[in-house]
C-alpha cells in the first residue's frame, strides 16, 4: 500500500512531468519499475494522459548495428521537431546503464534533454515481470509528451513478444551472413515483424538475405491461412506483408527510405482500423500480465501465510498424497474461478 | 490431459525403471520435463517409491573446479557401492547436453551405465518453471533407485533457492581470489550453504577465502537471531554452523574429509530431527510451483478465451478505465480466494 504522503509526491512528480520536468519523469519512472504499488497508483493517475505516443519497437541481435540505426532515428525525429523517449530493454545496449544519460551513449551529436528522454531497464528481473515494467514504462513517457517511443530488445523470446505487443510498429534488424542468428530467432520473427531492416547492406550476401527473409514470408502467409486462431499471439500488422529495407546505419543510406515505411504502416494501420484491434491485443496483454503477479502474490500468501496449508503439507510427507494431487485439492478448496 | 493409451505406455516405462531399465528412466525424465500433464501422472503414480535418496546440491561460479570436484564425488560414492543420480541445470557444465551422455564428460574413468545416470538439462525455460521440472527430476531419479543424487547448478538465482529445497545438503564452492563472486552470491549464499568448499586450495589466497567465509558466517548468526520469520526462505539447517573446506580436485586433496563432512551433516540432520523441516520446506515449495503454474494456465484461459472479458478490455481501450483498475475489477469477478 501507497501511503497518503506518498500518494501526495507522486502526485506532484506526475504535475510536474506534465509541465516538462525531466528530472520527475526519471522519478516516476523508478517507481514504476521497481514498486507494483506505486505503478498501479501511477498509471491510474496518468491513463488519460496517454495513448498520444507513436510506440515503435526495435530488435536485433547485439552487432546488428541496432544502436547506430536508433541513434540515426532519433536525429530523424528531432530534426522533424519530434520529442522522443527511448526504453532500452538490451542489457548489451550502450544505451543501458541508467537514466538520462547521453553521456554515455555514442551519438553522433548531442541532443537536449527535452528533446530526447532515455531510459534504460539494466535488470531484467522486474518485479513483475519484465513485460509488465516495460509497458508501464511505455505508459509514462507517453503521459510525458514524447510523440515517438522507441522501445529496443536484443533478441525475440517470450518477453519481448509480450512488449512488442505495445508497440504500434515493430522492427526487425538482420545482418548478412549470420545464417544461425535469423535461425534462432525465427521461431518468433514472424509473429512480431512489420518491417524488416537489412542492415549493413553494403556487406557481402545481403541480397540474400533479402530473398531468405522473403521466402520466409511466403511460407508465412500459407500458415496464417491455415491458423485463424492465431490472431491472439501474433503482434505484427495482419493483412501486411513486412517490407524489407537495406541500409547502412553509419553512412544513413536509405534511413530516409525506413522512415517513410514506417509512416506507411501508420498510415495502414490508421486507414485499415486497425488501431483497435492493436489495442486490444495490447490491452489483454497487459491485463493478463498483471493478474499473473497479482495471483502470484495470493498464492504466495496462501502457501505460507495460512496455518491451514500446514495439514496440506502434513499429507504429503505421511506419503498419504503427491504434492500435484494435493494442489489439485489446495485449488479445489481455496482458488475459485469463475 | 493424458489418454489412456499413452497412461499404459507410461505404466509400463514406470515398471522398466524400477526393474533397473535406465533408458526407460531417461524417457520418463523427458516426459516430466516437457509436459506437465505427464507430470503430475508420471509423480503420483511414483510419489510412494520417492524419499530413500539422499540428495546434495552443488553450486559455484564456472571455472570454480565444480565439475572435477562432483566427479572425484562420483567416484568415491561409486567405490562404496552407491548408484548416482546427476541432474545438471548448469548450462556451462560439461555435464549438459542430454541424457545418458558418459562419453561427453571429462570423467578419469569410465562408469556403468547402472551406477551413475547423469541428466542435463539443456533449456532453462522449463514448462511450469525451472525449479519445478528439477524437483521433479529428482523424483524420478530417486524412484529408479538411485541412492545419491546430485544437483548442479551454476549461481545462486532465485530458481537455484528454489530447487536447494529439494536438497538435504547443499554444498557451496568458492575458490581463492574472486572476490567479486563472492559478492555477487553473497546474496544468497548464505541462505543455502550447508558445506563451504574453497576449491583449488594450493592457489593464493585460500586462507584469507576461509577467514572471509568465516566473518559472513559470525555476521549471519546475528542476523539469523534477529529475523525469527526467515526460516520459510532460507533451506540450510538451522542450528548448523557451515563447516569450511578446502580441496584440490585434481588432485583429490581433502576431498574424503570432504565427503564425511556431507556424512557428519546428514547425520546431524537425523539427530535434530531435522529431517522433517526440510521436508516441509520442501513440500511447501513444490506445492508453490505447481499451483503458480496452474493459476498461469487458467487465468490465460479467463483472458484470451472468456467472450466476457472483451467488456472489460473495451472499458481500458475506451479510457474509462486503466488497466490496473481493470485487472482488479476482473480479479474479484472471476477469482475468489478464501
Wanted: avoid cysteine.
Amino acid at each position: 500500500m501507497i501511503t497518503e504522503d506518498n500518494k501526495e509526491r507522486i502526485d506532484s512528480l506526475i504535475s510536474k512531468m506534465r509541465a516538462g520536468n525531466q528530472r520527475a519523469t526519471g522519478r516516476l519512472l523508478t517507481l514504476v519499475e521497481n514498486n507494483l504499488d506505486a505503478a498501479a497508483y501511477i498509471i491510474k493517475k496518468i491513463y488519460e494522459f496517454t495513448g498520444n505516443a507513436y510506440i515503435i519497437g526495435i530488435t536485433g541481435a547485439p552487432g546488428s548495428g541496432k544502436s547506430s540505426l536508433i541513434n540515426t532515428m532519433i536525429e530523424k525525429f528531432v530534426d522533424a521537431g519530434k520529442r522522443v523517449g527511448i526504453v532500452a530493454v538490451d542489457p548489451t545496449s550502450p544505451f543501458s546503464g541508467g537514466a538520462l544519460l547521453g553521456d554515455r551513449i555514442r551519438m553522433k551529436r548531442n541532443f537536449s534533454i527535452n528533446d530526447v528522454f532515455i531510459r534504460s531497464m539494466a535488470n531484467r528481473g522486474q518485479l513483475g515481470g519484465l513485460a509488465r515494467a516495460t509497458k508501464d514504462l511505455v505508459k509514462v513517457l507517453d503521459a510525458a509528451q514524447n510523440d515517438i517511443i522507441l522501445i529496443e530488445t536484443v533478441g525475440v523470446g517470450q518477453s519481448e513478444v509480450e512488449i512488442f505487443k505495445s508497440a504500434h510498429t515493430t522492427v526487425v534488424i538482420v545482418i548478412p551472413g549470420l545464417g544461425d542468428e535469423i535461425q534462432a530467432i525465427k521461431a518468433g520473427i514472424m509473429e512480431i515483424t512489420d518491417i524488416f531492416v537489412v542492415n549493413k547492406m553494403d556487406f557481402a550476401g545481403a541480397d540474400q538475405k533479402v530473398a531468405e527473409l522473403e521466402s520466409m514470408l511466403d511460407l508465412n502467409e500459407k500458415y496464417e491461412v491455415s491458423n485463424p486462431d492465431h490472431s491472439l499471439i501474433v503482434t505484427r500488422t495482419q493483412g501486411w506483408r513486412p517490407p524489407i529495407i537495406k541500409t547502412n546505419a553509419i553512412t544513413g543510406k536509405n534511413i530516409d527510405k525506413f522512415i517513410s515505411l514506417i509512416e506507411k504502416h501508420k498510415k495502414y494501420l490508421i486507414e485499415n482500423n486497425q488501431m483497435e484491434n492493436k489495442l486490444k491485443i495490447k490491452y489483454r496483454s497487459e491485463v493478463l500480465e498483471i493478474l499473473k503477479f497479482r495471483m502470484t502474490q495470493n498464492i504466495e500468501a496462501l502457501i505460507y501465510k495460512n496455518p491451514e496449508i500446514n495439514q496440506y503439507i502434513d499429507k504429503i510427507i505421511a506419503k498419504e498424497k503427491d504434492p500435484y494431487s494435493i494442489s489439485e485439492e489446495i485449488l479445489l478448496k481455496f482458488i475459485h474461478m469463475g
